[in-house]
């Protein structure tokens, strides 16, 4: 048993070695070291070959009398190398030596035997799954030499690996070796025992993912993104991560939030301010529309026309000065925030206009009127968008022709005066009636004056 002893011995070294590297696709190449038992019994009695008839039995007779039939050395007896082809195949070329000292039921002179051979194998482990079982058939031919006489051989094999890690297996098999050579050749079964060790996967990053299986395999990467990076350690890989070099979240497909206004920072234009998607993440602290940053009010709504600030309604009347052609007098929205002019401003304008007085049958104003229409220019400049009409009337003294030419000419006269003391001539008419309105009986002193008057009217 003393070989079964080094066997143990190698795998628990090998086991000891930590290796934890992937198999077959990734790790094709494999070494096998093991012992090998020669035995030359259960092969079916017959005269071929070099070993008498007596010395056999039937095919498999006594397959496992280890005692009495088989030959081991306890020493390393079998080397062998394989090589990974694909889709379970396997191709293996293997070395054994021995020493026959059992012929059937009967002891020989140490023999010497060596073989060499080669196999083609099939492995069952990922049919079932890839576990720990790998069962293995195949075929193949070598040539042994047993006491210097060599003869070629077909072998048929079984095999069976038990994996202890990902590369590291126990192995057991035994392959019938049938000779070819009808004189000297011998017919004999070969088990074997050991350990495998596979290696050589490629892996150019170097990120203990072997290339067949890196999705990056000139990246060094993770194993839970098949070999690709994960560069911000996110928890997303690289190439699903739109910023790869600054942590983020899956919601914002691996960019940070930093501000935590729900718009990640690539489109963020106040990334470290919580702001509004209205506004690509900047505040609006007013709700204007317009960002705190551009608004010059930003605590008070107003337009962009006005950068963010509330126009100005200086004089109070709810018309902003921007709309009020009398910015700075309180007036009435109807009236485009001008004041109105009321009737009772027409009275007023109207009883001052009877007090003007004019040189007897002329349209000559008297100097004692002047403080009188100076009056009537204040209260018209306080209405700067009403347009007034100076009519001038008569008594009924006279032609009429005449009395007509009067009115009209009176009512000129005080336009033109009240533009020479600062009214806009644009907003003054004047027009004359004649004798043909008047307000009082013209039969009597007291009417015929009351009907020489200048009215003022607003003009419509």
Known sequence: MKHLNILLVAVLLLVGTGVSNAQDKN??????????????????????????????GDLFHEYFNVNDHWNIIPSVSKVSVSRYMGDGFIFSATGTINSIEKVGDSKVDDLSYYAADGEIKYSFRDLLGGGWFDP????????????????????????????????????????????????????HFQHSMGV??????????????????????EIPGLPEFNGCPDTDGDGIEDRNDACPETPGTVEFNGCPDTDGDGIADPQD?????????????????????????????????GPAANNGCPWADADGDSVLDKDDECPNIAGTVANNGCPEVTIEIIKQLNDFSKTILFDTGKSTIRQESYA????????????????????????????????QKLSESRAAS?????????????RLSSVGYGELRPIASNKTRAGRQENRRVEISLKK
């Open 269 to 301: 234009a106040c990334p470290t301010v919580p702001g509004i998607a209205a506004l690509n993440g900047c505040p609006d602290a007013d709700g204007d529309g317009i960002t705190d940053a551009e608004d010059d009010c930003p605590n008070e709504a």
């Open 27 to 56: 790790n094709p190449w494999a070494i096998e070291l093991g012992v090998n038992a020669v035995d030359t019994y259960p092969v079916g009695v017959s005269d071929d070959g070099r070993l008498p008839k007596s010395s056999k």
């Open 196 to 217: 495998m060790f596979k290696f050589g996967g490629t892996d150019t990053d170097g990120d203990g993912i072997y290339d067949h299986e890196d999705e990056c395999p």
């Open 414 to 426: 005080v336009r033109e005066y009240l533009t020479s003391i600062g009214m806009s001539g644009s």
């Open 136 to 187: 293995t058939i195949g075929v193949g031919g070598g040539y042994t030499w047993v006491d210097d006489l060599g003869f070629g051989t077909a072998n048929g094999l079984v095999g069976f690996r038990f994996w202890l890690t990902e590369s590291l297996a126990v192995t057991a098999g035994s392959t019938y070796k049938h000779s070819f050579e009808d004189t000297y050749g011998i017919t």
């Open 372 to 403: 009188v229409l100076q009056n009537i220019v204040d209260i018209m400049k306080e209405y700067s968008s009403a347009s007034f009409v100076l009519e001038g009337h008569t008594d009924s003294q006279g032609r009429e022709t005449t009395n």
